[in-house]
């Protein structure tokens, strides 16, 4: 329509003229900048009464200050921003107030659908880490019960190699004994003849039978039971004339093939008190026995593949502490003749062991107090045996230089 002039929105809710001219501007400067002002100090109240202006980016900022309206999350009331739209001089307003109630409805509801939808995005964000963080645990404590059962099922496990291992040992060690008691068995029925060598029974008048003595006795060779010998099945005895433990004071076992000991008088006690003469040799020996048979034993009998030996050591009755040489009165260099040194540890043999000596100890050269006796000790020295306590004593003795008779009463003599 000519000569009325245009107007056009500036993005601002702000009426422009058309350059074209008009007869008539219904917006002066004046009232344009009143709008301004109003505009900017509604934003400003509206700021100031929505909680969250400060925290929301610039682009909700930006659409708050546009639209005039945003919503707060939990039903906050809105703040809405009225601004008349300049338009044409008649009905323009109403128009224009119209729309921008619209416009801001219309940012509302966006706002409060854009928060709603984020606090469910932090919801769901939060329900999910939660969900995450109990599965986590979960696993954590079902890992942790199977480590603890792999330990215990491991410990189980090395309980039962360890049980069966040693039935697997005895299981062995029974099998050879077994095989062991067989052999020998076999071995004492071809000895006393009731068993030929090819394991039948031997028959009278068979060529198998011996009928001469064997020149060649070959010597004794490690049993096959000693690996499975026990520490009680074996002793030591000493030898000691058949008459020792019968026989009453004054008696003397010098022409008994025994040298140990030399007699049995009466102490001053009245006791009966053995005796050791310096003078004789003494002779002292020992023999290795089964225990519970009584019957002799080598030392191919025991659980050992080295060598057997025995110290023969002197030691004091009352103390049970061994005699040094230095500890009595007009010490002598030696204890024993051969000295001690070289014959009081000895190998067994056959399972019998022997020591030859004279004494140069006496019992009147004794210290605290005088007169002390004395005991010979006889012991294993091989470690290995060590549980087997092969080990025995003599009888204490007394040792003098040599016997003193008393003197025969001489009878009256005859005149002629």
Not at 363 to 383: A, D, G, H, M
Request: net charge negative.
């Amino acid at each position: 329509m000519a000569g009325r002039g245009k107007s056009c929105y500036n993005g601002r809710g702000k009426g422009v003229a058309n350059e074209e001219g008009s007869d008539h501007d219904p917006f002066d400067d004046a009232s344009l900048a009143s709008d301004d002002e109003q505009a900017s100090g509604e934003r400003s109240a509206l700021a100031g009464k929505h909680p969250r202006y400060s925290s929301m980016p610039p682009t909700k900022r930006a659409r708050v200050d546009e639209g005039g309206s945003v919503s707060g999350s939990g039903g906050e009331d809105s703040v809405e921003e009225e601004e008349e739209e300049p338009g044409p001089p008649s009905a323009g307003g109403s128009d224009r107030s119209d729309r921008s109630d619209n416009g801001s409805r219309a940012v509302s509801e966006d706002g409060e659908e854009e928060d709603e939808a984020e606090e469910d995005e932090e919801q769901d964000e939060q329900g999910r880490g939660s969900n995450l963080m109990q599965e986590m645990q979960k696993l954590r404590t079902d890992q942790a019960s199977k480590v603890q059962r792999i330990g215990e099922l491991t410990t189980e496990l090395e309980a039962s190699s360890k049980s069966q291992e040693a039935l697997r040992e005895e299981i062995e060690r029974q099998k050879r004994t077994i095989a062991a008691q067989t052999r020998e068995i076999t071995r004492l029925s071809i000895k006393a003849g009731e068993t030929s060598p090819e394991g039948g029974p031997m028959e009278e008048g068979s060529e198998d039978a011996p009928t001469t003595t064997l020149a060649h006795v070959p010597g004794p060779t490690r049993s096959l039971l000693a690996d499975a010998a026990h520490p009680d099945d074996f002793s030591i005895a000493l030898l000691l004339p058949p008459e020792f433990f019968s026989a009453s004071p004054p008696y003397s076992f010098k022409n008994t093939g025994f040298n140990f000991p030399h007699r049995v008088a009466t102490s001053r006690a009245g006791t009966p008190q053995y005796i050791v003469e310096a003078r004789l040799l003494v002779h002292v020996g020992i023999q290795l026995q089964h225990r519970i048979r009584g019957t002799k034993a080598t030392e191919f009998d025991l659980p050992t593949k080295e060598p057997v030996n025995f110290k023969v050591e002197l030691c004091y009755q009352n103390t049970n502490e061994v005699v040094k040489a230095a500890d009595l009165k007009s010490p002598p260099p030696h204890l024993l003749s051969p000295p001690e040194g070289q014959i009081a540890e000895k190998r067994m043999l056959h399972g019998a062991i022997a020591w030859r000596f004279h004494c140069k100890f006496l019992s009147r050269n004794t210290k605290s107090p005088c007169n002390q006796e004395f005991y010979l000790r006889v012991r294993c020295t091989n470690p290995e045996l060590l549980a087997f306590n092969l080990e025995t004593i003599t009888p204490p003795f007394l040792a003098v230089s040599r016997e003193v008779k008393p003197k025969r009463a001489s009878g009256p003599s005859g005149g002629s």
